[in-house]
């Protein structure tokens, strides 16, 4: 059984997942609209890891006997400056999101949650894949420029492997 102050972490946890996926989108929606299709198609598969990401939490949450709780979620940004500034973006809140699993591991073992802790330990590992990609990615658009996007965008989905990967693993 979950104690309450690991279950209201978690939860917060269900809302920042999902408050991912819908920044993402938004994000994938200004590629999109802006001609970038490949770099939209990206972001349109990161948000639906980050829906699988709040899944897992919600599905922890209940089979532990608490209650996942739907929350609402901010209005996510609606204009970005360029790519540049979409993938600094991803990166700083990645960052943020990394916190946060961090503060929740912390939590599991002032409260000597070993369950949780072991739950927690494939977030771990995720936050240091999704920090790395995005660095990647800002790497490569500091040599591509503003001027050769063509390309870069054509090439973005290389950049990643396919997102049935992590849907398998939150059944
Ligand atoms: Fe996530
Ligand atoms: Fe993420």
Redesign the pocket.
Known sequence: MLNKRVEDICNRQVER?GY?SNLYLAMASWAEVNGLAGVAQWLYVQSD??RI?MLKFIKYINERGGKAVMPAFEQPPVDFKSVQHVFEEVLKHEEF?TASINEIVALTLEEKDFNTHNFLLWFVM?QVE?EASAMKILDKLRLVGDNNLYQFDRDIMSQRAPADNNTQAAT
């Open positions: 997942e991912s890891e980050e990401h999101v995720e999704e």
